[in-house]
Each structure stands twice: as C-alpha cells, then as structure tokens.
C-alpha cells in the first residue's frame, strides 16, 4: 500500500507564486510516473503536469510557462512551482503516483494512487 500526501496549497493574489511538495510512502514501491492534476468547481479533474522516473515531462498548454513540475526520486518526492499564477488555476490540487508491483510470482501491473487534495486559491 502507498500513502500519498500533499502540502504547499494556500490563498495567494493573481501574479503571486506557491510550491506544491507531494511524498509517496511505504515498503518496497516502484515508482514510474507521478504527476499534479487539478479539479475546480464544477469541472473535470485535468492533468497539469507529469514526470516519469526517467525524467519525461508533460505539461498542459495553459501552465508550461508558469509551472514547473520537478522531483527528487531519492525520497520519492514530487514538485510542483506554481509561478505567475491566475484566478483560474484555482483548484483542489491532487499527487498521483503510478507505482509498478508484483502479482503473483511473475507478473506486475500499475496502480495509481491518489492523494487527498490541496487547495489552491487565487485571488483576483
């Protein structure tokens, strides 16, 4: 089982920036991807921003010039710096992490798991 936890939301002005910081933990993970996703009100959850273990990033259009996505595979750490921010980027902010794990004796799947959310509010 992975537990996954988010910190760095918060209240902040339009042009104003903020740090996410999300840690996967738990015994024996594999880590191949972890990613920052977002849901506002009344909208479908969105991808912002992914990282493989290897380092491939993908980036939704409307941040790749003001948010940069990074991590420290070492303590299974993800990133997110949120830079030029605007009211629209306000949402609950989601940690998703992508972990490869053993069935049975020979085979392996992917399981995403899901943080709680952190909110992220800008004002105008």
């Known amino acids: 089982q992975v537990q996954v936890a988010e910190s760095g939301g918060g209240l902040v002005q339009a042009g104003g920036s903020l740090r996410l910081a999300c840690v996967a933990s738990?015994?024996?993970?594999?880590?191949?991807?972890m990613g920052w996703y977002r849901q506002a009100p009344g909208k479908e959850r969105e991808m912002v921003a992914t990282i493989t273990a290897t380092g491939t990033i993908n980036q939704a259009e409307s941040v790749k010039d003001r948010f940069t996505i990074s991590n420290d595979n070492a303590k299974n750490t993800l990133y997110l710096q949120m830079s030029r921010l605007k009211p629209e980027d306000t949402a609950v902010y989601y940690c998703?992490?992508?972990?490869?794990?053993?069935?049975?004796?020979?085979?392996?799947?992917?399981?995403?798991?899901w943080g709680q959310g952190t909110q992220v509010t800008v004002s105008s």
């Open positions: 998703k992490v992508r972990c490869l794990e053993p069935v049975g004796e020979s085979d392996t799947q992917y399981t995403n798991y």
């Open positions: 738990g015994e024996d993970i594999y880590i191949s991807e």
